[in-house]
């Protein structure tokens, strides 16, 4: 599996009450919570973001309260990948949950610019950063997450 | 090689003689939670995979507390989707207007959670019950719907900080103060996928309620969870309230710790998180002039009987400075009748406080007590970050409930000393 796009850059300690403020956690629908997506530290996102960009951000992404409205918001803007050089767990957690990929990869989230195109290949944990030419490998999974991501998601590992 | 008092705990929960940092486990709960923002999705999950009930009617938690009462139409239909599940599902521990509280403060005090038990919340404060030395740490929705369905969840065996408290406080330094001077020194990711662990000779001064705060903001750490030794101050707590039987875990001697900090509680002073984040620490004597439009105390973190009382000290014969509102909300309708009996409601009043039903309302921006642009507010509660309380130009300074008050009656922010 790949994913191929546009890089969105952000910065460390970005917190899931910017990925979605509360104001807009009265509803739980994926598309309404995708048009409020990072509005308060970016607004043009939701007017830049195609199918299939990818989110570029350092430390502690994601941090702050367990709301899985968050990697909801992003999956559903049409984000195909997260990369960060590191997570918040529960956010971690809530990605894999619910099939949203990331990649822990401190050197990409580091040399990766903001509006490069990027391409990830999930299968090997390779990162292509196509405008530079450089390339960088993410931490692979350990197998147990593997096997959730594989089956699309918690629920489904269930079964 | 020895294991922390969380490693315990899981290993126990896991069926398993003993774990080590970095090991996934699936491990046995003792309770899942769920509020109205979280458990819709949850409800969503767990029907889409085809469960049809809970995995123990005794160990589900729902709580109605983030936007209730029903702030829009929205947020009542989100609720009304909770109150059906369950009723459907037969769910023992739920709570609606009327018997609701904050949930972190609701469940210790109904005995819903004790030492050594194992505890996953779709709240990422779910950590407080580490007070009272349990497992408890926050997850997502998919989550609460997977322990639901399952009774169990899978874990990543978390490495261990340990804090080391020695000394006692002074007069207003309470647990609000220790954990803002921890973050202050770690970071908000400086306990990032490890416990926290609390022990030492400094305990004994501090109280449930000081713990349970301290505990509560282990995610502002970034923490997984943090917990405390469980001393004769837990027990006297518990005694009140739990009757079910009730393991104590303790750590190895030789436990491993990533690091080890002593925090020597008397040299603590009032401490106060500028935005945008919780690590943004000053002491009281540093902040310099900040000016107020709001005061609030309430929350998760601060909006217990104790908390209530030592504001009350404050305010007492004052009165808030012209154009602050301070908002005090109960966290617990037994806090809040408590509080009331005390004569506490008499005190904020006179000084010109609004009283609150139970609600998480303003902490997270939802409602009762929203910023407009520009607009300042001390708050009791645990987060600072852009847009927390209300417009994205807002800003929220964190501080204890006594630091809260007197900053309220000055209308800049000050120590308690100053009144």
């Known amino acids: 599996m790949n994913a191929k796009g546009k890089v969105h850059k952000y910065l460390d300690n970005v917190d899931t009450d910017v990925i979605i403020p509360a104001r807009y956690l009265n509803s739980s629908e994926p598309s309404e919570l995708a048009a409020h997506c990072m509005e308060d530290i970016d607004k043009d996102f939701v007017n830049n973001v195609e199918q299939g960009d990818i989110m570029v951000a350092r430390n502690n992404f994601g941090c702050g309260s367990s709301r899985e409205h968050a990697p909801i918001a992003i999956k559903a803007s049409g984000i195909g990948c997260v990369i960060a050089a590191t997570f918040a767990r529960i956010f971690y957690r809530n990605a894999i949950n619910i099939g949203l990929p990331i990649m822990e990869c401190p050197e990409a989230a580091e040399n990766i610019n903001d509006g490069d195109e990027v391409e990830v290949d999930f299968d090997t944990g390779i990162i292509k950063d196509i405008t530079t030419g450089k390339e960088f490998k993410a931490e692979p999974f350990p197998e147990f997450i593997k096997e959730i991501i594989n089956k699309n998601g918690l629920m489904n590992s269930l079964n | 090689?020895?294991?922390?008092?969380?490693?315990?705990?899981?290993?126990?929960?896991?069926?398993?003689?003993?774990?080590?940092?970095?090991?996934?486990?699936?491990?046995?709960?003792?309770?899942?939670?769920?509020?109205?923002?979280?458990?819709?999705?949850?409800?969503?999950?767990?029907?889409?995979?085809?469960?049809?009930?809970?995995?123990?009617?005794?160990?589900?938690?729902?709580?109605?507390?983030?936007?209730?009462?029903?702030?829009?139409?929205?947020?009542?239909?989100?609720?009304?989707?909770?109150?059906?599940?369950?009723?459907?599902?037969?769910?023992?521990?739920?709570?609606?207007?009327?018997?609701?509280?904050?949930?972190?403060?609701?469940?210790?005090?109904?005995?819903?959670?004790?030492?050594?038990?194992?505890?996953?919340?779709?709240?990422?404060?779910?950590?407080?019950?580490?007070?009272?030395?349990?497992?408890?740490?926050?997850?997502?929705?998919?989550?609460?719907?997977?322990?639901?369905?399952?009774?169990?969840?899978?874990?990543?065996?978390?490495?261990?900080?340990?804090?080391?408290?020695?000394?006692?406080?002074?007069?207003?330094?309470?647990?609000?103060?220790?954990?803002?001077?921890?973050?202050?020194?770690?970071g908000v990711d400086g306990a990032l996928y490890k416990s926290m662990e609390f022990g030492g000779d400094g305990l004994k001064y501090l109280s449930i309620d000081d713990r349970l705060t301290m505990a509560n903001m282990a995610i502002e750490a970034g923490g997984?969870?943090?917990?405390?030794?469980?001393?004769?101050?837990?027990?006297?707590?518990?005694?009140?309230?739990?009757?079910?039987?009730?393991?104590?875990?303790?750590?190895?001697?030789?436990?491993?710790?990533?690091?080890?900090?002593?925090?020597?509680?008397?040299?603590?002073?009032?401490?106060?998180?500028?935005?945008?984040?919780?690590?943004?620490?000053?002491?009281?004597?540093?902040?310099?002039?900040?000016?107020?439009?709001?005061?609030?105390i309430g929350s998760c973190t601060n909006g217990r009987l104790e908390d209530l009382e030592k504001a009350a000290e404050i305010f007492k014969g004052k009165h808030v400075a012209k154009n602050v509102r301070a908002i005090i909300i109960p966290a617990t309708q037994k806090i809040y009748r408590e509080a009331m009996k005390e004569g506490l409601f008499d005190i904020f009043m006179d000084a010109g406080c609004v009283i609150s039903t139970p609600t998480c309302g303003p902490c997270l921006g939802g409602h009762m007590g929203i910023l407009a642009k520009g607009e300042r507010a001390i708050s009791t509660s645990n987060r600072n970050f852009v847009g927390r309380m209300g417009h994205p130009e807002s800003e929220v300074y964190l501080a204890s409930p006594v630091v809260a008050a007197a900053s309220a009656i000055k209308g800049y922010i000050c120590g308690p000393d100053e009144i």
């Open chain 2, 224 to 296: 997984k969870n943090g917990i405390f030794e469980v001393d004769d101050v837990t027990k006297a707590y518990l005694d009140e309230r739990v009757d079910r039987e009730y393991k104590i875990y303790t750590a190895d001697s030789d436990a491993q710790y990533d690091a080890v900090y002593d925090i020597d509680l008397s040299a603590l002073k009032p401490t106060v998180a500028f935005p945008h984040l919780p690590e943004n620490t000053k002491t009281i004597d540093e902040v310099g002039e900040v000016k107020l439009d709001q005061c609030v």
């Open chain 2, 1 to 186: 090689m020895g294991m922390t008092m969380t490693q315990k705990i899981l290993a126990d929960h896991a069926g398993l003689e003993s774990v080590k940092a970095g090991q996934l486990i699936k491990a046995k709960l003792d309770m899942v939670l769920g509020n109205d923002v979280t458990t819709p999705v949850a409800i969503k999950e767990f029907k889409a995979a085809g469960f049809d009930k809970v995995f123990d009617k005794d160990k589900v938690s729902i709580v109605l507390d983030h936007f209730t009462p029903n702030k829009d139409i929205k947020s009542a239909e989100h609720c009304k989707m909770c109150r059906e599940f369950a009723g459907d599902k037969d769910v023992t521990n739920f709570y609606d207007v009327g018997e609701m509280g904050v949930e972190h403060a609701l469940l210790p005090e109904k005995g819903l959670v004790a030492p050594g038990e194992v505890i996953i919340g779709a709240d990422s404060h779910t950590c407080t019950y580490g007070a009272v030395g349990a497992f408890s740490t926050g997850v997502g929705s998919t989550d609460m719907a997977a322990g639901m369905a399952t009774g169990e969840a899978w874990f990543k065996v978390p490495s261990a900080l340990k804090f080391n408290l020695t000394g006692k406080p002074a007069k207003w330094i309470s647990g609000k103060d220790v954990i803002l001077h921890i973050i202050g020194m770690i």
